[in-house]
């Protein structure tokens, strides 16, 4: 089975007083058998990376360049995010996608970026309220998987996160069936293209939260989370790091 795997991603959100976070969560929690992975503000990234290298808990970026440099204003590449101790970065977010206009191109490119800089993608897809509610869900994921996905993405270098946009932040979460549905036709796809599929990590990630991580967890081909405000204390994101290793 997948190794599982827990992932913050603290959004817009953060300056160094909430690197006090970080340690308490490094002092209180170490679950075996789960990866943790903290995406801050690229302003936090080093000083994250610096007082978390003698534990296991890993950093990542929040969004990187296709580019490895160029006259990219305010753009940060892969490679920038390595050096500063980044193991892993997220692509393809809704909120790039709708903010940003980022298509299944361009997550592709900025995936395929990350490979080349040594890092993990984490790459995100989902489907709108209005998709799921037309019954498109799972045509919409296939368009996400076809066009986001390299072609050389192999266990160990690629994380999925399905995140249906509709449960982002609105405290809405999809029924237990919903994700399971979701989240075995993610792996089916997967099979069908990448030989190592069965050993991807599919994160579902979406209002997730103490309360209702027990309940995710015990579906069939959850291998973790991506949690968004709930990362931001090490009292919220500790009880479902814990509700992981139980799984």
């Given at each position: 089975m997948p190794r599982k795997l827990a992932a913050g991603n603290w959004k817009m959100n953060g300056t160094p007083a909430a690197l006090t976070?970080?340690?308490?969560?490094?002092?209180?929690?170490?679950?075996p058998g789960v990866d943790v992975l903290l995406c801050p503000p690229a302003t936090l990234l080093a000083q994250m990376a610096a007082a978390t290298q003698d534990h296991a808990l890993m950093v990542g970026g929040q969004d990187c360049h296709a580019n490895a440099s160029g006259a990219?204003?305010?753009?940060?590449?892969a490679q920038m995010l390595k050096?500063?101790?980044?193991g892993a970065v997220i692509t393809g977010h809704s909120?790039?996608?709708t903010d940003?206009?980022?298509?299944?191109?361009?997550v592709s490119a900025k995936s395929q970026a990350a490979y080349d800089a040594g890092l993990i993608a984490v790459i995100c897809i989902g489907e709108t309220l209005d998709e799921r509610e037309s019954g498109t869900t799972l045509s919409v994921i296939d368009t996400q998987l076809a066009g986001s996905i390299p072609d050389n993405a192999t266990a160990a270098n690629t994380v999925i996160a399905y995140e249906p946009v509709w449960a982002i932040g609105t405290g809405k979460v999809p029924t237990t069936a919903q994700?399971?549905?979701?989240?075995a036709h993610i792996r089916a796809r997967l099979a069908a293209?990448?030989?190592?599929?069965?050993?991807?990590?599919l994160l579902y990630g979406g209002s997730v939260k103490a309360s209702n991580a027990d309940d995710i967890?015990?579906?069939a081909d959850v291998d973790g989370a991506l949690v968004g405000g709930a990362s931001l204390k090490a009292s919220d994101f500790g009880p479902i790091i814990t509700a992981l290793s139980n799984a």
């Open positions: 976070e970080v340690a308490a969560l490094c002092a209180a929690h170490s679950a990219h204003t305010g753009d940060i590449s050096a500063a101790g980044a909120e790039r996608r940003h206009g980022e298509t299944d191109a361009d994700i399971g549905e979701v989240h293209r990448f030989s190592d599929a069965a050993d991807m990590r967890f015990a579906v």
